[in-house]
């Protein structure tokens, strides 16, 4: 297939199991904030972060979690900062570690300045040495780095000199920046030395250095992770805080609670229904900003019963996705439209998401043979009934919550769905066989748009995340082209096509765009927190109540 | 029920006899850490497929599987990870890409810890609680403790977990609800260190523990009940022992010595730690390793705590034996 993927996940297991139903405890010992007492960022002071999973390794090239990826990206920093400013055109990104970057006239050369302030935390420069270094880390096949594939259209990496560094493409495409800065810079002063072969079999936390506003200061596996001020950090002042730590609580019940008695300030994911307590909790805040994923039904195009486009699109009319998205989501999200996000620069302004219709829904049905001759209440052709098996994986509340939301609407048009829940693996070993009948899911799309992994015909062994076995020619014609178009002008009319064409075929039924919630203490101020990253200006929080 | 009589222990030296279990010991493990290498490959999905991580695309997922080995057909991999057995070699953890020796190694203490204590309180409430009842036959006592008993052994742990964290730490605020220690422990001086620890192991090994005694005391009970009845106590009554004296010494003698069975069972337990109760209060033992682990696929990690606990059933039972050879001079001739 030679096009690449990034950041597309299959949102799983984590953002599910809202358990605590009453309303919670008043908080004990807790003071009302004195909002107008609070004046200015002042320095000092800790953050504690609840986390469900731990840092699962010390280098960042071989880490497995998001949790740990972008923890480590605080002491393993990136040359540049992607902005979240993706609605209008490709993300822009601010100076980093390098203060300034410029192309060649051909654009087939990238150069970086590097920041002359910058230092790892033993005092050594972060040099162009670091660079070349880290990116030898990135395209290593022993390490097998997420994100590897990406750099095969990146020729070479130069440095020019101590402070200046040059990428080389093999041609122009509009990513090249994105590219360039995708993946930590880690020192190759203390790390070189190491073969990469061997990378697995070291204990990296006696190697951790930094980079970053802070420094590793002590971890307990499975237990706590602290950070502190990173003395050396090049941007004067900051961070503000002294100190940043995660408490690793594998129960998310249990971080809610703590969330909620003020012994942890922030939580990624809270489950929607939670999302009125902690609201309305006095001293935690909301936080709700669009987690670029979306949630839809796969149905298998191959299969008989889904092979006819009216069917699929009858499918999509019949369900009410306003009412789930009040009641399952309680409202946080939008309605799904196509196979890019409505909030994503290359959306087709011009698709709509399609109404709820189930009169329209019966018509299609029935123009494609399906009708209830047998007076079962079911729809039925040549003697087989409208029934199927529509799976997701067990444990997630909300999805389960959508599949049985679903099986009820589709039995007003006479299909019958039969909801299952099987486990994460099992799930996914039989989406990657093809052996299902349809799915409720999610995945989350990359900043850098490409369509193909997902849409794309793959050849038979190719491995694809084309689950459903969508096949549509022209779609795979477009699909080539547009990755041969060196810049985003080109690119949008063709995306444009390639998204009317899918939602004209619906392969899936687009649910919802997700939201993610996060909870925050009130006494963090100054956090922007996006789907970027949590800690997206960590080096600017602060704290109004520590006594320090 | 009292265990049969280690065979072969009558007229051997115990070394020679602990030595000769051991190597027959040899096949079964090598059994069953075989059956577990073919059902954790045969269980759908794999750890490649499972990983969390936004940036891994197909192409990289399957460098990923050439690069565990995963594409490699099953004997072979059998084959390479047996050999690694053999030197000694647990291999390295998918999801860490640490050795597995290291991420076990670190899971061992905590768990030693929490299920230790539990098993202490296990023993000391459940003989208690079941002298007294059978002290007070028939009474409001003993028909309370086998009530509650009854009550607590069939009390789902998470429910009860969940329950005592509500009481304890969210409406009374008197022990924590996770962790080994508060945020600030490493600050503190050694014997406060101690006391926050101790504090933190409150709840689970409370909980652990209590739902242990509550079936240690049921047995007991039992077991008492009936050498209550016995000539021998009989006899000491007629001598005019006094009745705590018949109770607590020569009849719980007796009737402990199933217990050592029970004892020496118990290995397992103290090495592999308590799933739900480690997650739930968020204590770092071998519990959460093996459950972290089931749910990513991550194989070389399932094997190795699963051959820890084939060993730990397998040397429980040959201490069990001893020490019931031990205790009880009828089951041992050297």
């Not at chain 1, 009934?385 to 099986?407: H, M, S, Y």
């Amino acid at each position: 297939m030679g096009t690449a993927v990034r950041r597309h996940l299959l949102v799983p297991i984590l953002l599910l199991l809202a358990a605590c139903g009453g309303r919670p405890a008043p908080p004990p010992a807790l003071t009302p904030v004195p909002t107008a007492a609070v004046s200015g960022p002042r320095s000092g002071g800790t953050v504690v972060v609840g986390i469900l999973t731990d840092v699962d390794n010390w280098n960042p090239f071989l880490v497995s979690t998001s949790t740990a990826e972008d923890i480590l990206a605080l002491l393993y920093p990136t040359l540049a900062v992607e902005q979240v400013d993706y609605r209008d055109h490709p993300p822009s990104f601010t100076p980093n570690l390098a203060e300034s970057w410029e192309f060649s006239p051909d654009r087939l050369q990238l150069t970086f300045r590097l920041r002359p302030g910058a230092v790892w935390s033993d005092g050594v420069p972060v040099t162009a040495r670091d660079v070349v270094f880290s990116w030898k880390a990135r395209i290593s096949p022993v390490l097998g780095w997420g994100g590897s594939e990406l750099q095969e259209r990146i020729a070479s990496v130069t440095a020019l000199d101590d402070r200046t560094v040059r990428f080389t493409y093999h041609f122009a495409y509009p990513y090249q920046l994105m590219d360039a800065n995708d993946g930590p810079i880690v020192p190759a002063h203390a790390w070189e030395g190491i073969p990469f072969e061997t990378w697995e079999r070291v204990d990296w936390s006696r190697h951790i250095l930094s980079a970053g506003p802070f420094v590793h200061a002590s971890h307990e596996p499975q237990q706590q992770i602290i950070f502190e001020r990173n003395p050396r950090h090049w941007r004067k002042g900051h961070p503000r805080l002294d100190r940043i730590v995660w408490r690793v609580l594998p129960d998310q019940s249990n971080l809610i609670t703590q969330l909620k008695t003020g012994s942890i300030d922030l939580m990624e994911g809270i489950p929607p229904i939670e999302a009125e307590h902690v609201r309305q909790h006095p001293r935690l805040e909301l936080i709700v900003f669009s987690d670029r994923s979306y949630g839809y039904v796969g149905w298998n195009n191959r299969n008989p019963l889904f092979r006819d486009r009216r069917v699929r699109r009858a499918l999509t009319l019949a369900i009410d996705r306003t009412t789930l998205l009040d009641t399952v989501l309680r409202g946080f999200g939008r309605l799904g439209v196509g196979p890019v996000l409505s909030t994503m620069w290359a959306f087709n302004h011009e698709l709509e998401p399609l109404p709820h219709d189930p009169g329209e829904a019966r018509r299609l049905l029935e123009q494609a043979g399906w009708r209830d001759r047998d007076g079962d209440g079911i729809l039925d052709r040549n003697g087989r009934p409208f029934r199927f098996e529509l799976l997701t994986n067990a444990g997630n509340q909300v999805r389960e919550d959508i599949c049985l939301l679903i099986r009820d609407q589709l039995a007003r048009v006479g299909i019958e769905a039969r909801p299952r829940f099987i486990e994460w693996g099992a799930l996914i070993s039989r989406l990657q066989r093809g052996e299902f009948e349809a799915y409720v899911s999610a995945w989350r799309e990359a900043t850098q748009v490409d369509l193909a992994p997902i849409w794309h015909s793959a050849p038979p062994g190719e491995p694809t995340m084309n689950y459903v076995g969508y096949s549509n020619p022209q779609v795979d014609r477009l699909l080539a082209r547009v990755g041969r178009l060196s810049t985003i002008e080109a690119q949008k009319p063709v995306l444009d096509r390639i998204q009317a064409l899918i939602v004209r075929d619906q392969p899936y039924t687009f649910l919802y765009e997700g939201e993610r919630l996060d909870g925050l203490n009130t006494r963090v101020r100054g956090a922007v927190i996006n789907d970027a990253t949590p800690y997206f200006n960590v080096d600017e929080w602060w704290v109004w109540d520590d006594p320090s | 029920m009292p265990p049969a009589r280690p065979a072969g222990l009558r007229g051997e030296p115990v070394l020679r006899f602990a030595l000769r279990r051991l190597l027959t010991a040899i096949p079964v493990l090598w059994l069953v850490v075989t059956l577990t290498f073919v059902v954790v490959h045969a269980v759908p999905g794999s750890t490649v497929d499972l990983l969390d991580n936004p940036r891994l695309g197909p192409h990289e997922r399957e460098v990923m599987r050439q690069h565990f080995g995963l594409d490699l057909p099953l004997h072979v991999q059998y084959v390479r990870w047996l050999g690694g057995i053999a030197r000694g070699d647990l291999g390295v953890s998918f999801l860490y890409r640490q050795p597995v020796r290291t991420v076990v190694v670190r899971a061992l203490p905590p768990t030693l810890l929490l299920t230790g204590s539990a098993l202490l309180l296990d023993l000391l409430l459940g003989i208690g609680l079941a002298v007294l009842a059978v002290a007070r036959h028939r009474s409001w006592f003993d028909r309370v403790t086998t009530v509650l008993s009854l009550g607590l052994y069939g009390m789902p742990a998470f429910w009860l977990a969940g329950l005592a964290i509500l009481v304890f730490s969210l409406k009374l605020g008197w022990l924590p609800a996770s962790h080994l220690h508060s945020l600030d422990a490493a600050s503190l001086p050694p014997a406060a260190r101690l006391a926050d620890l101790l504090r933190h192991l409150v709840l689970p090994a409370g909980i652990l523990g209590l739902a242990g005694a509550a079936s240690t005391a049921r047995y007991l009970r039992a077991s008492l009940l009936d050498v209550r009845d016995s000539r021998f106590l009989l006899a000491a009554r007629a001598r005019g022992i006094p009745p705590w004296r018949i109770l607590w010494i020569h009849a719980l003698r007796p009737a402990l010595l199933p217990l050592v069975t029970i004892l020496g069972l118990s290995l397992p337990f103290l090495v592999s730690g308590s799933l739900v109760i480690e997650v739930i209060f968020a204590w770092p033992g071998m519990g959460r390793v093996m459950w972290t682990a089931a749910w990513a696929r991550d194989i070389p990690v399932i094997l190795a705590v699963t051959l820890l606990g084939a060993v730990a059933v397998i040397v429980g039972n040959l201490l069990a034996d001893i020490l019931y050879a031990i205790v009880d001079p009828r089951a041992r001739s050297w």
